[in-house]
């Protein structure tokens, strides 16, 4: 019991994460913030966000945990959404958010997020948002490629690192070697100019991997975001290994079936890294502890911050008792291993300030 009452002490860095919807929700609203696709007739309020959500929150507004979302959701509207929100927020154990301001939607930015929830918030520049932005205004191949990369050298003044896809970065015709060849960058760039509408993005692999070498190049860390449903890190391989040397760290994001796949390329490539969610055990199963970050993934709801870092909390605090239970790890090293789990690593990796 030592280690786990170990982890308890010091705020969570949550590597990733987004803002949040600022306006009152109805019920209808909330739910499409909930994580998952409901069967008809059905609600995301019985799926397993939707009980962590109804598990944490409610106390937190005042409630009984496992309250009805009607309750639940006339609480919110009666406190107000700010305030609501401010009180979810702080009841995290978050001290610090990294904050992928790429995702549609009206949602507050980092410093409104770490203002409301008396924390620092960061901002990790999505790649496919700052190339579609600066498509918007470029008439050329030429110059649109001019113009990314002048973007990139900017958004990397104010940030703290980058995110961009994962898949395709590894595969197809020279992808282990680096970067894409500029005839070959500026034929796809002419092609996706041509035919793209206003506000889209680019999806085409040559695109992305033209995009993640840039954002190696200026040396800040580059979060891979993996589809849950995808073929996991092994997607990417190419790249991670290509990439091995240049200066800047990968923070993998897999889905719960690839947590195992990614740390083991932590375990394999100094510059890589897993960001988890969930349950922390595949990932400190095989790879170097120091390798290993608390993600939470929020989006759109502050109940989705909450649920997430008390979850991950419990499963930690789980693991490491067993652990130090079974003989396997003493109580201090719990502790330590906990603190580099919960804000050190992070803190190395993106260069963020001590807490």
């Known amino acids: 019991m030592a280690g786990a009452r170990a982890?308890?002490?010091?705020?969570?860095?949550?590597?990733?994460?987004h803002g949040v919807h600022p306006a009152e929700l109805g019920i209808g609203a909330f739910e499409t913030w909930l994580p998952g696709a409901a069967a008809p007739f059905t609600t995301l309020f019985d799926s397993p966000a939707g009980f962590a959500v109804r598990r944490w929150c409610p106390p937190l507004l005042g409630l009984e945990p496992h309250c009805s979302p009607a309750r639940y959701l006339a609480r919110r509207r009666e406190l107000g959404a700010y305030e609501s929100v401010r009180r979810l927020l702080r009841g995290t154990g978050i001290g610090t958010y990294l904050v992928d301001t790429g995702e549609p939607g009206d949602l507050v930015p980092p410093g409104e997020l770490g203002a409301a929830g008396g924390a620092a918030a960061y901002e990790i520049v999505r790649l496919e948002q700052l190339a579609q932005q600066v498509a918007d205004t470029s008439g050329t191949a030429g110059g649109f490629l001019a113009n990314l990369a002048e973007s990139?050298?900017?958004?990397?003044?104010?940030?703290?690192?980058?995110?961009?896809?994962?898949?395709?970065l590894g595969g197809g015709p020279g992808a282990a070697s680096g970067p894409p060849p500029p005839a070959e960058l500026r034929n796809a760039a002419a092609r996706w100019l041509a035919s793209?509408?206003?506000?889209?993005?680019?999806?085409?692999?040559?695109?992305?991997?033209?995009?993640?070498?840039?954002?190696v190049a200026e040396g800040l860390p580059l979060v891979l975001r993996h589809r849950?449903?995808?073929?996991?890190?092994a997607a990417a391989a190419g790249f991670l290994r290509a990439t091995a040397g240049e200066g800047a760290d990968l923070v993998l994001l897999p889905g719960p079936?690839?947590?195992?796949?990614?740390?083991?390329?932590a375990e394999e490539l100094a510059h890589v890294y897993v960001g988890?969610?969930?349950d922390p055990g595949p990932v400190l199963g095989c790879a170097p502890f120091g390798k290993v970050l608390y993600a939470g993934g929020?989006?759109?709801?502050?109940?989705?911050?909450?649920?997430?870092?008390r979850g991950f909390s419990a499963e930690l605090d789980a693991l490491a008792?067993?652990?130090?239970?079974?003989?396997e790890w003493s109580a201090s090293d719990a502790g330590r291993v906990a603190a580099l789990v919960r804000a050190g690593n992070a803190r190395r990796v993106f260069g963020l300030p001590a807490g």
Request: proline share 5%.
């Open 7 to 17: 982890l308890q002490r010091g705020h969570l860095v949550d590597a990733y994460g």
């Open 152 to 168: 990139v050298r900017g958004a990397a003044l104010g940030a703290v690192g980058f995110a961009c896809a994962a898949e395709g």
């Open 196 to 215: 793209r509408r206003v506000g889209s993005r680019p999806a085409e692999p040559l695109m992305l991997r033209h995009l993640a070498w840039q954002a």
């Open 228 to 233: 849950q449903e995808g073929p996991g890190p």
């Open 257 to 265: 079936a690839h947590g195992a796949a990614a740390a083991r390329f």
């Open 276 to 278: 988890v969610r969930g």
């Open 298 to 309: 929020a989006v759109g709801l502050a109940e989705l911050y909450v649920a997430a870092a």
């Open 321 to 327: 008792a067993a652990r130090v239970a079974a003989g």
